[in-house]
């Protein structure tokens, strides 16, 4: 069991409390109205999904109910850093 922490609540806490909502800092569409079938079915489905290093937004559930992010190895699940929305990782994939 992965143990988190949270930004906001500033406690470690249980996997259980959070819900993984994927790959973060994905760039919205600046023009929605004017996207393609093929540029709205890239932002909305397609994610890098790398073996190693991955930036993920999480949200703490039956906490605070605030996303954050965390960078974790998606090779040993090591939780890396955590860090709030707007904030920038400190922690990067090699190469």
């Known amino acids: 069991m992965l143990?988190?922490?949270?930004?906001?609540?500033?406690?470690?806490r249980e996997e259980e409390e959070f819900h993984c909502s994927g790959e973060a800092h994905i760039a919205r569409p600046l023009d929605p109205d004017n996207c393609t079938d093929a540029e709205w079915g890239e932002y909305i489905f397609f994610r890098k999904n790398p073996r190693?290093?991955?930036?993920?937004?999480?949200?703490?559930?039956?906490?605070?109910?605030?996303?954050?992010n965390v960078t974790r190895?998606?090779?040993?699940?090591?939780?890396?850093?955590v860090y709030k929305i707007g904030e920038q990782p400190k922690v990067?994939?090699?190469g």
């Open 92 to 94: 990067v994939a090699e």
């Open 3 to 12: 143990h988190i922490y949270c930004p906001h609540c500033e406690e470690l």
């Open 73 to 81: 190895d998606t090779q040993t699940y090591e939780i890396k850093e």
């Open 52 to 68: 190693g290093i991955q930036h993920e937004m999480w949200y703490h559930t039956t906490g605070c109910r605030k996303f954050f």
